[in-house]
């Protein structure tokens, strides 16, 4: 039934350097500096959207894109920079000073004002002036961007002041809709698409996001294994029945209603899918030698079996957690115990903060222990038992017992989950079939999970699509378990296979968003729907796409392209990581450094001149501020405060979690919108300690 099966070999032994040795797709994205941002980015989103009550719909949606259309232009700009090795402080005043610019010229150059393409140009013109003044002082005295950039800062914040109020009389300009050429260049730059009905757009878009999801697995799969050459006919039968079983099951279950058809039709499409992808993977790669079902299982690593254990006590705690809490009770926790569990809460976090302080400081102390040396210890770990302690008492008496269930059993579910991971990865090492058996629990334990959430939920989108999401995310582990089990691993560098993985990985990302965009850019509101809604006094919904989100994109596409394919990105890189060393080798490390400024300066005015056409009203401090929140997206995606690396694409995301902040504590009842600050906050910290932690361990891994 089979040919033999003979693997595809590099042409030529590679050599076993560690720079250039081969890379699995895991690692690569765990080394990658977007990982922080990206793993944030779905963070916050499901967050939001499982407390908002509108967070996720198309015109929540299309709100918070474009509230981070003029971050996102400003971030990838400032990422740049920033991989550069400098700051600019300015940064948030330029789009808040050529705003101003075009709102002055056009109302008052001359007397009468002027045509407002002629503003425009006038404030970009402006910004690049800024732009090398700031570069050309930075290079030529050797002092601190930020010094320089500060000065900047306040230079234009009083400018932006005297001539508001000397010119318009106030500290506002407005009306600059109704000015010469505005109408024009406001249908060029921020015109507004009213979304139509169109009635093909969710067979289309799942159609897109099924296309794309399979593009994208095609093109990890073909980065970890073994292409082989001839024909296995076996994996092409069970590929044509794969997909048969899933393509009934899907359509059965579009088709169908009610939990029993839900269940067994999306228990069809599940099995479909996953011998859809193991028999695509035998034909198109290698088999690993010995991969029998009735494989000995050998002895399983005691670190493997301590963390599978902690997994499914995890995963069993989060699905019991429903048990001692109510979701219907929004009292804070510490109110709602009763006096004495309030001590014995108190004494327990003091103790763990006395323990891990004290156990933290011991080693240093073996070798040379003095008396002195002792009291410090007890001082400072009863210190942290202080503080501990009363962080304890304050998120308590801060959170309700609501939101406690809800966090608990999410960090429960995914710390589980994520551990019975890593226990599967480690058994890998020595036997695969624990690692298969570990795997198949954990797909079990994500589909407990979303049954459990489904039966104790109320909200639809918890009866529906959590519980849908968390059974695609356990066919695809399932799938993924069983494809590691069965292949060989490639563990040297196949230049043909890589570079075609990376093409299915784009296209099918490409194909996904165009689906998400198609979701988001149509609706199947029908006018009788609207009529009806009209009729009864409802408000008709409108989504509302504005062009600035193509700006930001535009933007963001052009500055990923330059740093990752072109001499530039290369030169700052090395201006980032060494000024000098790179001036050493050839690079142009001032002309490098006064074309970021520029670069800044000229997407300053860019947003600015979005900001002066999308309002037609601006302050004399607008921008004022924003350059920290500039910073904060650049970093959330990965830059370092040091210079010589980063990436755009994650300050793009950085910029979508800004955005996703702001607007989402809105769709959220009985929360104070004020608490984003602290959220963007602990955000940034979380995204910069685990960019550390991933790219240390990935390094560790080689």
């Known amino acids: 039934m ?15 350097d560690e720079r250039i040795s081969h890379r699995g ?29 509108t967070f996720g719909t198309a015109g929540t949606t299309l709100n918070w894109l474009d509230v981070a259309a003029p971050y996102g232009i400003m971030a990838t700009a400032i990422a740049l920079l920033m991989i550069g090795g400098e700051f600019d402080l300015s940064s948030g005043v330029i789009t808040g000073g050529t705003a101003m610019i075009i709102g002055l010229m056009s109302r008052f150059f001359m007397g009468n004002g002027t045509h407002i393409g002629w503003a425009i140009l006038a404030a970009f013109a402006a910004a690049a002036a800024i732009g090398w003044f700031n570069g050309y002082m930075v290079n030529r005295t050797g002092l601190p961007s930020f010094i320089i950039t500060l000065a900047s800062f306040f230079v234009i914040r009083g400018l932006m002041l005297v001539l508001s109020k ?35 757009r969710d067979t289309l878009y799942v159609v897109c996001v099924l296309i794309g999801v399979a593009l994208f697995v095609w093109g990890i799969i073909d980065q970890s294994l073994i292409r082989r050459i001839g024909v296995n006919l076996t994996g092409i039968v069970m590929l044509v029945v794969g997909l048969a079983v899933g393509l009934v099951g899907f359509i059965a279950l579009n088709n169908t209603d009610g939990l029993g058809n839900n269940a067994l039709y999306g228990i069809l499409s599940a099995v479909g899918a996953v011998i859809a992808i193991l028999g695509i993977s035998l034909t198109r790669w290698t088999r690993r030698i010995g991969a029998k079902v009735g494989e000995a299982l050998g002895s399983l690593p005691r670190d493997a079996m301590l963390r599978c ?16 809490f109510d979701r219907h009770e929004r009292r804070a926790v510490m109110t709602w115990t009763s006096p004495s569990l309030r001590v014995v809460i108190a004494v327990i976090a003091a103790l763990i903060g006395f323990v891990l302080s004290a156990r933290s400081l011991l080693p240093g102390l073996r070798e040379r222990l003095r008396a002195a040396d002792t009291i410090k210890l007890v001082l400072f770990s009863a210190y942290a038992a202080l503080v501990l302690m009363t962080l304890t008492v304050a998120v308590l008496q801060l959170t309700t017992v609501q939101a406690l269930r809800a966090m608990g059993m999410l960090l429960l579910a995914t710390g589980g989950v ?15 079939g624990w690692q298969l058996i570990i795997g198949a629990l954990a797909a079990t334990a994500v589909v407990v999970v979303a049954l459990v959430s489904r039966a104790d939920a109320t909200a639809i989108r918890f009866r529906t699509v959590l519980p849908t999401a968390l059974i695609i995310v356990a066919t695809l582990l399932l799938a993924n378990t069983l494809v590691e089990y069965a292949m060989e691993k490639r563990t040297y560098a196949d230049p043909v296979a890589d570079h075609a993985a990376k093409r299915f990985q784009l296209a099918g990302t490409l194909i996904a968003v165009i689906g998400i965009a198609i979701r988001l850019l149509f609706t199947n509101f029908t006018d009788a729907h609207a009529a009806r809604l009209r009729a009864a006094g409802t408000p008709v919904p409108q989504n509302v796409l504005r062009e600035t989100v193509m700006w930001w994109l535009i933007v963001a596409a052009i500055g990923a392209y330059v740093l990752a394919k072109t001499r530039w990105g290369n030169w700052i890189f090395a201006v980032g990581g060494n000024k000098e060393a790179a001036r050493a080798v050839g690079v142009p490390a001032d002309r490098v450094k006064i074309g970021l400024f520029v670069t800044v300066s000229m997407c300053g005015a860019l947003a600015g001149t979005l900001i002066a056409l999308r309002y037609g009203t601006v302050q004399a401090n607008q921008g004022t501020g924003l350059e920290f929140e500039f910073i904060i997206a650049a970093v959330v995606g990965g830059c370092l405060m040091t210079g010589g690396y980063g990436s755009v694409i994650g300050a793009t995301l950085g910029a979508a979690i800004l955005a996703m902040s702001t607007t989402g504590f809105q769709t959220v009842r009985d929360w104070n919108e004020d608490a984003r600050f602290a959220f963007l906050g602990g955000v940034l910290l979380v995204a910069v300690l685990l960019n550390n932690y991933t790219r240390k361990k990935a390094q560790e891994a080689r």
């Not at 089979?2 to 076993?16: C, D």
């Not at 797709?25 to 009550?53: C, H, K, Q, Y």
């Open 2 to 16: 089979t040919v033999t099966e003979v693997a595809a070999q590099p042409a030529a032994p590679l050599p076993l």
């Open 309 to 324: 254990g902690l997994g499914i006590v995890g995963v069993a705690l989060a699905c019991l957690i429903h048990v001692p």
């Open 166 to 200: 000397r010119l318009a009389q106030k500290v506002y300009v407005d009306q600059i809709k109704d000015q010469r050429g505005a109408h024009t260049f406001h249908q060029w730059i921020a015109h507004e698409w009213l979304l139509k009905e169109f009635n093909g």
């Open 418 to 432: 994520g551990m019975m991971l890593s226990a599967r990865g480690h058994a890998a090492k020595t036997s695969k």
């Open 25 to 53: 797709p895991m690692r690569r994205w765990l080394i990658s500096p977007e990982i922080g941002a990206l793993i944030g980015a779905f963070t916050v989103w499901t967050f939001l959207w499982g407390n908002g009550d």
